[in-house]
């Protein structure tokens, strides 16, 4: 299992110790808050089990220990190697106090800051594709790892038949995410959810409606009752007549004077009006916004 640590292991040192002795003896009632090591005389790093403790004095100086040997209930830390991670043996008296810390050479290999090196003991397995991704940071860039569990994430997010939408970038999610095959989707066209009720929404992908407000042409037929009462007309007529009140016969043409001649009609005729509808071009387009969509068909 190699470096073993433990939160909050703590304690005092019961016997002075110089700069060359290789065991350590602390209070044997706090001696469990620290790892068992059994690594014994072995080199370090081990396969084994081993710690890292930090001995501290009252003026402040420090010195880093690996302990190789630990037994359990046992305040007595053997095969001690001084001096470690670059810092100088040095003697301590009684009360110095021996405590569990993490070291900055823990943390550099623990995030394999620059300057370190990972090491991989035993079988380890990598399966799938695993791609190389550089985003830029300002002026730095930073070289990231996407492995396969992720892009199988991101597949099991977009299955086929899914939709993708961006409001600002055209390029195709098969060179966004690496996988499928994409096609633009819907162009024109506003997404609906499906309706089983309504027979023009009851059908995943069915097409329908139109941009343009067109009125359905229509007539209108007005019907009026024609009513002729009857009409009249009068004449007056005027001819020569002899001193004794005759009337002298006329040959050949007649004077003839109207007097008047009167029509009263009152009648009514039949109209028939006709309306046909408009075309209101673009007036039934609800708000929208334009985007890119495609479809995953593979």
Same mark, same amino acid.
């Given at each position: ?73 046992? /305040? !007595?830390?053997? $095969? ?7 810092? *100088?043996?040095? @003697? =301590?008296?009684? #009360?110095? %106090? ?69 409001? /600002? !970038?055209?390029? $195709? ?7 499928? *095959?994409?096609? @633009? =989707?819907?162009? #024109?066209? %506003? ?108």
């Amino acid at each position: 299992m190699a470096q073993q640590f433990k939160n909050n292991a703590r304690a005092l040192l019961v016997s002075s110790i110089n700069s060359s002795v290789t065991s350590i003896v602390i209070e044997s009632a706090k001696a469990d808050l620290f790892p068992v090591a059994n690594v014994g005389t072995g080199s370090l790093p081990s396969a084994s089990d081993w710690f890292k403790v930090t001995l501290q004095d009252s003026s402040g100086a420090v010195e880093i220990v690996a302990v190789r040997t630990r037994t359990a209930g046992s /305040g !007595v830390l053997s $095969n001690v190697i001084r001096g470690y991670d670059g810092t *100088t043996a040095l @003697a =301590f008296v009684v #009360g110095a %106090v021996v405590g569990l810390r993490v070291t900055a050479v823990d943390v550099q290999a623990a995030l394999a800051l620059p300057g370190q090196n990972n090491v991989f003991t035993g079988t380890n397995d990598f399966t799938g594709a695993t791609t190389a991704i550089t985003q830029t940071y300002g002026n730095s860039s930073t070289a990231l790892a996407t492995t396969a569990f992720v892009q199988a994430a991101l597949q099991a997010l977009h299955p086929v038949g899914s939709i993708y939408i961006n409001a /600002g !970038v055209s390029t $195709n999610p098969a060179t966004l995410f690496g996988f499928g *095959t994409w096609a @633009a =989707f819907g162009a #024109g066209r %506003v997404l609906v959810g499906l309706n089983g009720a309504d027979a023009a929404f009851d059908t995943a992908e069915e097409t329908g409606g139109s941009k343009d407000a067109i009125v359905v042409t229509h007539n209108h037929t007005a019907t009026s009752v024609v009513t002729d009462p009857g009409h009249n007309h009068g004449i007056g007529e005027t001819r020569p007549v002899d001193l004794n009140g005759g009337i002298y016969p006329v040959f050949g043409s007649t004077s003839r004077n109207v007097l008047s001649e009167t029509v009263a009609t009152g009648i009514t005729v039949a109209t028939t009006n006709a309306s046909a509808g408009a075309s209101g071009t673009n007036a039934n387009l609800q708000p929208y916004i334009v985007v890119y969509m495609w479809k995953r068909t593979a």
